[in-house]
């Protein structure tokens, strides 16, 4: 009788470590200034294949609730059916459908951004930030991100004409990750 073969596998599962993790965005304003916020409430998993990392997945959601922009009344307003209309649509979320352009540094992850009940393709630009153990053993993970999206796409047209032809807001949204992972025992 033969024993079974174990397949080797390099693909680890992951989770986020909310209070080492941030997703942040940055929108001009006024068409002078950028205005920064970030959302508190970030979940995920990721599952990483170092033999294949074409093979490598994420699976993110962020509460839209947790935003902060350091401005209470500003957050109230975008938590508004003139925004992301929290009440309806309370979650953001990102799943991952490929990878591209894969260097030792880091990849373009592709996903599905789904937002204000509106789903579309994103390429995220990750970097590698760094893996590590702990003092308490645990194997951890760092990864940067960044993609720009434009909020029209996503539904969110709320604006004001200002008196010199500018708007209020601008469509072009900077999002910024930076994400510590925890290997799942």
């Avoid at 992850?109 to 995220?124: K, P, Q, W």
């Avoid at 760094?130 to 990864?143: H, L, S």
């Amino acid at each position: 009788m033969s024993a079974a073969v174990q397949p080797v596998t390099d693909r680890t599962t992951w989770t986020i470590d909310p209070t080492h993790s941030s997703v942040e965005f940055s929108v001009r304003h006024l068409m002078i200034s950028t205005v920064k916020g970030r959302f508190a409430d970030v979940q995920g998993t990721v599952v990483l294949d170092e033999a294949n990392p074409a093979a490598s997945s994420a699976d993110i959601t962020i509460q839209v609730a947790s935003i902060d922009t350091r401005e209470p009344q500003r957050d109230a307003h975008l938590k508004s059916a003139d925004f992301f209309d929290v009440e309806q649509y309370p979650t953001l979320t990102f799943r991952s459908t490929g990878v591209r352009n894969q260097t030792k540094d880091g990849l373009t992850l592709l996903g599905d951004l789904s937002l204000h009940g509106v789903t579309r393709e994103v390429a995220l630009d990750v970097t590698r930030e760094g893996r590590v153990r702990d003092p308490w053993g645990n194997e951890r993970a760092g990864y940067s991100a960044t993609t720009k999206i434009k909020r029209s796409d996503f539904g969110l047209t709320w604006n004001q004409l200002l008196e010199t032809g500018g708007l209020a807001v601008s469509d072009d949204v900077k999002i910024s990750l930076d994400v510590e992972l925890v290997a799942k025992s």
